[in-house]
T-cell receptor, first 111, second 115 residues
């Protein structure tokens, strides 16, 4: 079945860049997403990328997609303490299929 | 903040009991999806409702059931609760079931503890 893998923890210093990595197994994934979850809260969609793209930039966020290796990354520039949260990678095929999530990467930002 | 609301925010039940969780979708959205997020895990798809009919189901037993009402709000019912049902239950609404996920908004979740 489909599977999405992420490293569980990442710790960075305030002001540095954070890079969160994700690999997925479903070669027919069409949409790939990054969600943020703060303590006690639901999921906030941060950004997304279509499988026919290899990069997308949105303010401090840069998403890179290597479709050949099925590898997705999220780079957060100038990481702030408010970026401390769990980040989920998710994928779905085209059509009416549900999101498949990774287990999440807990980002800790040290002041 | 999205327009998706869930109630209650927290709930404690004992094994064998039944529970009903509620979700009010964003205005204009006719599709509601439910996810279960166990501690330390990513959300897992339970099922989706579109225009009051179930429109897709994940790998969950029949004791997980749902409803969608004419105003597109939704309920998740779980019978014969087990300890492993302890989780955060998230609902998400979207305008159409096949729409791009960018327009799927998640609620804050209901945290269920089964003792």
């Amino acid at each position: 079945g489909e599977d999405v893998e992420q490293s569980l923890f990442l710790s960075v210093r305030e002001g540095d860049s954070s890079v969160i990595n994700c690999t997925y197994t479903d070669s027919s994934s069409t949409y790939l997403y990054w969600y943020k979850q703060e303590p006690g809260a639901g999921l906030q969609l941060l950004t997304y990328i279509f499988s026919n793209m290899d990069m997308k930039q949105d303010q401090r966020l840069t998403v890179l997609l290597n479709k050949k290796d099925k590898h997705l990354s999220l780079r957060i520039a100038d990481t702030q303490t408010g970026d401390s949260a769990i980040y989920f990678c998710a994928e779905r095929n085209s059509g009416n299929t549900p999101l498949v999530f990774g287990k999440g990467t807990r980002l800790s930002v040290i002041a | 903040e999205t327009g998706v609301t869930q109630s209650p925010t927290h709930l404690i039940k004992t094994r064998g009991q039944q529970v009903t969780l509620r979700c009010s979708s964003q205005s204009g959205h006719n599709t509601v999806s439910w996810y279960q997020q166990a501690l330390g895990q990513g959300p897992q798809f339970i099922f989706q409702y579109y225009r009051e009919e179930e429109n897709g189901r994940g790998n969950f037993p029949p004791r997980f059931s749902g409803l969608q009402f004419p105003n597109y709000s939704s309920e998740l019912n779980v019978n014969a609760l087990e300890l492993d049902d302890s989780a955060l239950y998230l609902c998400a609404s979207s305008p159409e079931p096949t729409g791009h996920q960018e327009t799927q908004y998640f609620g804050p979740g209901t945290r269920l503890l089964v003792l």
